[in-house]
């Protein structure tokens, strides 16, 4: 399976600090996504990784992947209130028609 | 912006009873996805839809399950006969390529719940 598999499966952080989430899959990929769903809502993608890349910016957000270890991070940085969600890595199945998505982590950003 | 949108918010339904879950992808793409989420689970992939037939579908998706595209703009999901363990937040979703490779839209969810 190339599933990810997200660590941790909850943080807790206050705001303005900076939350670090780790995914780890199994077989060779060929880019890695990242999306986020808020309590009750649907996913919304924040960024796609290819495998030729080792790092990639999208505004607070910072994703690296080392396709040696097989794993990827999503880094927040000066996290807020709002970046409360469930975040999730996603990577593609064998066909390549769909995503696998892993458990998620369960961010939690307090005041 | 374009979005996906999705009919009902919310189903109630009886177990054994047929239900319709209805999407509107976004205009210009070219594959659409269904998906499930348990409560407090992962997102599962159900099916995958290209060029008016199924491209891919995983163990869940089985014979009590269709999918439809009736029109240029509508897809939908039937669940022939509800179990219980039908119960879930189902999410459509929809890309100009191949998902393995570009982002995909998700619809906001049709929470179905089975009593």
């Known amino acids: 399976s190339q599933q990810g598999e997200e660590d941790p499966q909850a943080l807790s952080i206050q705001e303005g600090e900076n939350a670090t989430m780790n995914c780890s899959y199994k077989?060779?990929?060929?880019?890695l996504q990242w999306y986020r769903q808020n309590s009750g809502r649907g996913l919304v993608h924040l960024i796609l990784?290819?495998?030729?890349?080792r790092e990639k910016h999208s505004g607070r957000l910072r994703v690296t992947l080392d396709t040696s270890k097989k794993s990827s991070s999503l880094l927040i940085t000066a996290s807020r209130a709002a970046d409360t969600a469930s975040y999730f890595c996603?990577?593609?199945?064998?066909?390549?028609?769909?995503?696998?998505f892993g458990k998620g982590t369960s961010l939690l950003v307090t005041p | 912006e374009p979005e996906v949108t999705q009919t009902p918010s919310h189903q109630v339904t009886q177990m054994g009873q047929e239900v319709i879950l209805r999407c509107v992808p976004i205009?210009?793409?070219?594959?659409f996805y269904w998906y499930r989420q348990i409560l407090g689970q992962k997102v599962e992939f159900l099916v995958s839809?290209?060029?008016?037939?199924?491209?891919?579908k995983s163990e869940i998706f089985d014979d009590q399950f269709s999918v439809e595209r009736p029109d240029g703009s509508n897809f939908t999901l039937k669940i022939r006969s509800t179990k219980l363990e039908d119960s879930a937040m189902y999410f459509c979703?929809?890309?100009?390529?191949?998902?393995?490779?570009?982002?995909?839209?998700f619809g906001p969810g049709t929470r179905l719940t089975v009593l």
């Open positions: 979703a929809s890309t100009a390529g191949l998902a393995g490779y570009n982002e995909q839209f």
């Open positions: 077989t060779s990929i060929n880019n």
């Open positions: 990784i290819r495998s030729n890349e």
């Open positions: 996603a990577t593609p199945r064998d066909s390549g028609y769909a995503l696998n």
């Open positions: 205009s210009n793409h070219l594959y």
């Open positions: 839809f290209y060029n008016n037939e199924i491209s891919e």
